[in-house]
């Protein structure tokens, strides 16, 4: 057999799928008096939609962010204001005025520029941490889980194919659902 009749694994979800191929063949392959295999697997995109956590998240980043937000659309209101002025053909302003006001027009523009860059910094680093941490706990919900019933393998992400029963995720959603309402009750002014 020459180097070129063998096919390698031309992508890296490939070989990962390989690897997990050949470690089930592995445990499949254990004693029989070895505990039996139990395998499963989690949509966590769907997960992470549908757990209560995520929609608590995007309603607190919300209003975290609302009066940041406000005061953008404030401003854009008092810049449109000034070019409808600079605009306006009835209007007698001077020349000095006009230049003044285009002026001061340019500089409420870039200022808003610059706020509005701000403003979508602010967002995707608070998104991007709330959405590592409900990903943390996700996983943490998974693991227990999958230790309270005893499933020798949890998949998740590059499954091509997995027969429905499998499927786990709704369990886990379930138990983040309980974890979330135990939490409210715990605490309801917290959320």
Known sequence: MTHDSVKYP???????????????????????????????????????REMPQSKAA?????QELAKQKQHLAERLGAIQALRRKLHNASDRLSLLKRM???????????????????YSED????????????????IREIHAYALKHHFTLVLGNDVYFADPSLNITPRVLKRLQVLYAAHRGAAPHAQ
């Open 10 to 48: 031309s992508r890296r979800g490939e070989s990962r799928f390989l690897l997990i191929l050949i470690g089930c063949m592995g445990l499949a392959l254990q004693p029989v008096c070895a505990a039996p295999l139990r395998l499963g697997y989690v949509n966590i995109g769907a997960l992470l």
């Open 58 to 62: 995007e309603l607190k980043l919300n």
């Open 100 to 118: 003044e006001d285009q002026q001061h027009l340019n500089t409420l523009e870039n200022s808003y520029r610059m706020s509005e860059e701000q």
């Open 123 to 138: 967002f995707n680093l608070a998104r991007n941490q709330a959405l590592a941490n409900l990903q943390r706990l996700a």
